[in-house]
């Protein structure tokens, strides 16, 4: 598969969206981040739509999601174009962290997007402090356990940046699909996250291209091959404070998000 020659101007016509509207399409996303390990109302994102942008960020108080339970400890605004789970008590549920782990709250089968092959793109920039991350990922949706793998399209850590470049992560990590051959790297790139860039993903039953702005960066073979949906989120890691730095609010400003292969 051919490397796609992906710009801030293309728009596949599969699905976009703008963020062009006065709120969330909510027909596409839910905006909460795995909401069955802990409740809708724990785990809802920070986020608003203005200037045709949607900005996801963490204000000064927004709370730990899942404390006590997760480690290290996380702050997290996010939207997801799918989500499901089984009951309360059950461990049927997406992307759990630890074994064992039980629904907390159940969650309706919502498939706002779920893409099978084809492009996504992400076209950003990003606040970020050394304590903060932001990514742009695709997951199995985990009707079956074992379809769970991940397509990262990017991964910023805020802490990896150096003057005007960045390591900029991407590939695949398998969690629990045993088909799956954990591929990730985070090569060093010369860009500035401040600005707006383009970070995008072709892929098929054989292949992932990953590229910025058009230029590709990564190639893994034998991509996950099963219905994914989108995550976007903005994390922050209260533990690696430096003491002077929790005043700090990281955002990420999301300009589109536009894909192929809808299924």
């Known amino acids: 598969m ?3 020659d992906a710009s801030p101007d293309t728009s596949p016509d599969d699905w976009y969206d703008d963020f062009d509207g006065p709120g ?4 596409v996303w839910l905006p909460h981040y795995l909401p069955a390990w802990s409740s809708r109302d724990a785990s809802a994102a920070s986020w608003r739509i203005g200037g045709s942008h949607l900005t996801l ?4 108080g927004h709370p730990l999601w899942c404390p006590g339970d997760h480690a290290p400890p996380l702050r997290v605004s996010g939207l997801q174009s799918g989500s499901f789970s089984g009951p309360v008590g059950s461990t049927l549920g997406q992307q759990r962290f630890r074994d064992g782990q039980t629904v907390r709250e159940e969650q309706p089968r919502f498939e706002g997007l779920l893409l099978d092959g084809g492009h996504l793109e992400i076209r950003c920039r990003m606040r970020l402090s050394p304590r903060s991350m932001a990514s742009l990922w695709l997951v199995g949706f985990e009707d079956r356990p074992e379809r769970c793998g991940e397509i990262c399209v990017v991964e910023v850590f805020g802490r990896s940046v150096r003057d005007e470049s960045v390591e900029v992560g991407s590939g695949f990590k398998a ?3 045993p088909d799956l051959a954990e591929d990730f790297a985070a090569p060093r790139l010369e860009l500035d996250i401040a600005e707006p860039h383009t970070y995008a993903v ?3 039953r054989s292949e992932a291209v990953f590229t910025v702005d058009g230029r590709e960066v990564r190639r893994c073979a034998t991509p996950p091959a099963y219905p994914l949906q989108v995550m976007v989120a903005v ?11 929790d005043h700090l609010v990281p955002a990420l400003v999301v300009d589109r998000v536009a894909g192929t292969g809808r299924v």
């Open 24 to 27: 969330l399409d909510t027909e």
């Open 235 to 245: 994390f922050d890691f209260p533990e690696w404070s430096d003491g002077d730095d």
């Open 2 to 4: 051919d490397s796609a």
């Open 202 to 204: 072709d892929w098929d």
């Open 175 to 177: 969690f629990r699909d």
């Open 57 to 60: 960020d963490l204000p000064v």
